[in-house]
C-alpha cells in the first residue's frame, strides 16, 4: 500500500513507497532500518503551464518516491547475499523513478536541469550505503 504526502523531509512510511517533497537535496540521502535501506527517487521539475510561451520562473518543485529495500531474508556475509541485495537496490531505484515518471509525466512536469538521470542517481546513492552495510556485514570497517 502505498502511503502519499506532501511534507518537508524525508517520509520513511511502513508503505513499500512514500511520495515526499524535501527541503534540500541532503534529504534524500537513503536510510536504513534493521532490516532494510530506504531509497529515495529524486526529481526537481517545473510544471509546464499551457498555451504559456516559456515556463522559466515557474516555481521548482522537488518531489521524491521512497522504496524501501528488504536485506532481512539475504547473508550479506555472502558474495551472493551482497549481490542480491545490489540487484534490489537497483531494481528498487529504476522502479521508483519510473512511477514518479508515471505520476508526474517530463511532458507536463519538466526536468530542471534536464539532464537528470534518476535511477542512476537514485542507485548510486542506495549503492554507497549498501557497500558499507555489507562490510559490516562481513566484518570489515571503513
Known sequence: MATF???AGIVLAPGPRALAQP?????????????GLTIIAPKVVRRETTGAATFVGAPIEVLSLA???SF???DLSTDAGATEFKKRIM??????CDELEAEY?????????AGQNCPDTTAR?????ADEIISA??????
Open 125 to 129: 546513492a542506495g549503492l554507497a550505503v
Open 72 to 74: 532481512a531474508d539475504l
Open 91 to 96: 531494481y528498487n531505484a529504476l522502479a521508483a
Open 23 to 35: 527541503d534540500s537535496a541532503a534529504a534524500n540521502a537513503p536510510a536504513t532500518t534493521a532490516q
Open 67 to 69: 522504496r524501501t529495500v
Open 137 to 142: 556485514a562481513k566484518g570489515h570497517t571503513k
Open 105 to 113: 509525466p517530463s511532458n507536463i512536469y519538466v526536468p530542471v536541469p
Open 5 to 7: 504526502a506532501a511534507a
